[in-house]
């Protein structure tokens, strides 16, 4: 059984950046291509990135695409999310996932992810 621990989260004021990490255990890291999504208060929780390793693409939100970068450690079988000119509206908790359903063209789908961590709370404000 996968599981998913984020970690990262926290206050920080508009235009900071924070990273987010999510530890990966209980089968191959390499064999799921892993995505973050996010929930903010009162909203459905909605795409944020992705990433197929092999071959390897990396998908966007448009809201978060230039500012958010994805990446992983294979070493610490960890997944990261590097958020930069962080703003208000990124406030939310952010999930990190591990996909197991259909092709690369549901990669922004949260139906196509098996596995969720916890979440991590951001919160954007001065």
């Known amino acids: 059984q996968v599981q998913l621990v984020e970690s990262g989260g926290g206050l920080v004021q508009p235009g900071g950046s924070l990273r987010l990490s999510c530890v990966f255990s209980g089968r191959t890291f390499s064999s799921y291509p892993m995505g973050w999504f996010r929930q903010a208060p009162g909203k459905e929780r909605e795409f944020v990135a992705a990433?197929?390793?092999?071959?390897?693409?990396?998908y966007y939100a448009d809201s978060v695409k230039g500012r958010f970068t994805i990446s992983r450690d294979t070493a610490k079988n960890t997944v990261y999310l590097q958020m930069n000119s962080l703003k208000a509206e990124d406030t939310a908790v952010y999930y990190c996932a591990a996909k197991q359903y259909g092709t690369m063209d549901v990669m922004t789908r949260d139906y196509a992810y098996a596995y969720w961590g916890q979440g991590t709370q951001v919160t954007v404000s001065s």
């Open positions: 990433k197929n390793w092999s071959p390897l693409v990396t």
